[in-house]
């Protein structure tokens, strides 16, 4: 075995030994073996990948690890998107999946914008491959499964995973000007969802399933615009903020040369205007089932009247909101 500044590489025969005459289980001269074999052993599990010890030694070439470090990011972010964010929006309340679905989507594509255009600016080739490959997935999938969907959260938490994968448009040329475009989205992204979020919190348990939206325009017929409003930005009709948005990553891939993506996200957003105008067909072309909904509350309504103002501002005057996104 070689010594833990070499290079970290171990044997696979590696054994803790018992503890020898003098040191018990318990001791402390047993517990530092048992913590150095522990950190040996997962040193030799890195140390293929390149990631560089401690001590500062790596088994990789020079300039490896940062690349190695990003390539272990996809899978992560992949399972994290979609295996927990249907479920995880199902069962928490409405605010709760409010919050999920547009602050962690804003705030991790703000980090994701500074890690890659900053720390990992050299592996730019390396880790636009990646991004390409997640966009991808991300918005097929996620349109896919929400075609389906009878449950209003389930719905949005699919249709977050799919504005996941159009932001990402943006940072694949890994060029500021991408940067913004992605940046952009996030920010109008987060006034959307939080919009239609917003009719799903004053509707009450009525709003968390399809069928209390039918007849919703006769009974609540200001809720009812709003809402119709907020799902014309999400699929990406203009004029509105979603449209300018979309129009922004959707362009910035394809100057980076990505057009075969461009024309995914494209169908993709025929795809999800299926589902999104579903909705606006219960609420205006269908009877009204049961009673009539009541009031929104004064909060509820006066953060959806923002919400629908920047989004109609927002898609009127497209670079109304260059000054905040400015990129990284």
């Known amino acids: 075995m ?3 500044t070499a290079g970290w590489v171990m044997k696979p025969t590696t054994r803790i030994s018992p503890p020898q005459r003098g040191h018990t289980r318990g001791s402390t001269s047993y517990t530092r073996r048992i913590n150095s074999a522990h950190r040996r052993l997962r040193a030799a599990r890195w140390a293929p990948c390149g990631i560089v010890s401690p001590s500062g030694a790596s ?4 300039g490896s690890a940062p690349a190695a470090a990003f390539l ?3 899978r992560a972010a992949f399972e994290s998107f979609h295996a927990w964010a249907p479920d995880a929006y199902q069962g928490a309340s409405a605010p709760v999946a409010a919050f999920l679905a547009a602050g962690s989507k804003a705030a991790g594509l703000a980090a994701l914008g500074r890690v890659s255009l900053v720390a990992f600016a050299p592996e730019q080739r390396i880790w636009s491959v990646i991004l390409v490959g997640l966009a991808a997935l991300s918005m097929a999938i996620a349109s896919l499964l929400a075609v389906s969907q009878s449950d209003m959260k389930r719905l949005l938490a699919y249709s977050s995973i799919a504005h996941a994968g159009y932001a990402l448009l943006g940072l694949i040329s890994g060029t500021p000007e991408g940067a913004s475009a992605t940046m952009t989205y996030a920010f109008v992204y987060a006034f ?3 919009g239609a979020f917003g009719v799903v919190i004053g509707l009450g348990e009525r709003g968390e ?3 209390g939206y039918q007849g919703l325009a006769f009974t609540a017929p200001v ?5 119709l409003l907020f799902l014309l930005s999400l699929t990406g009709i203009p004029p509105t903020a979603g449209f300018a948005a979309k129009f922004g990553v959707i362009l910035s891939a394809v100057r980076a040369g990505h057009v075969a993506l461009a024309v995914l996200a494209v169908a993709c957003s025929v795809v999800s205007a299926f589902f999104y105008l579903r909705v606006a067909v219960l609420m205006y072309m269908t009877q009204p089932q049961g009673l009539a909904p009541g009031r929104l509350p004064a909060t509820v309504f006066a953060a959806l009247a923002v919400a629908a103002a920047v989004i109609l501002v927002g898609g009127i005057f497209p670079d109304v909101f260059a000054a905040w996104t400015t990129p990284p």
């Open 192 to 194: 959307m969802t939080l």
């Open 209 to 211: 399933t399809l069928g």
């Open 2 to 4: 070689r010594s833990m």
């Open 72 to 74: 272990r990011l996809p």
């Open 59 to 62: 088994s990789g070439e020079e």
């Open 223 to 227: 809720t009812a615009g709003m809402m």
